[in-house]
């Protein structure tokens, strides 16, 4: 049975930094493709960044180019997304999401998901 649960999440003042974590099961992290999404209030699920193998597609949105990166264990099978130099628009709840091909910002075409975690950032 295929698990995503998605931890480190919460309140954060502007500037400050969070680091998210995605703890995986069920599947061989090694060979699928993990992404990270967020979706704030009346508005879509947006890609953020994605790793699968060697490769890592950062940064999708570019309000987050420099700011945010995603990283891998494969021992732990945990993804991770270092948020750096938080904004009050970073606050949404956050996903990860796993697919067996290659990384893409479409969210449609991920077919497992976490449950997914608020990050607030507000002073």
């Known amino acids: 049975q295929v698990q995503l649960v998605e931890s480190g999440g919460g309140l954060v003042q502007p500037g400050g930094s969070l680091r998210l974590s995605c703890a995986t099961s069920?599947?061989?992290?090694?060979?699928?493709?993990v992404g990270w999404f967020r979706q704030a209030p009346g508005k879509e699920r947006e890609g953020i960044s994605c790793?699968?193998?060697?490769?890592?597609?950062?940064a999708y949105p570019d309000s987050v180019k420099g700011r945010f990166t995603i990283t891998r264990d494969v021992a732990k099978n945990t993804v991770y997304l270092q948020m750096n130099n938080l904004e009050p628009e970073d606050t949404a709840v956050y996903y990860c999401?796993?697919?067996?091909?290659?990384?893409?910002?479409?969210?449609?075409?991920?077919?497992?998901w976490g449950q997914g975690i608020q990050v607030t950032v507000s002073p």
């Open positions: 999401a796993s697919r067996p091909y290659g990384c893409t910002p479409i969210p449609g075409l991920y077919r497992y």
């Open positions: 069920g599947f061989t992290l090694a060979d699928y493709a």
């Open positions: 790793i699968k193998s060697n490769y890592r597609e950062d």
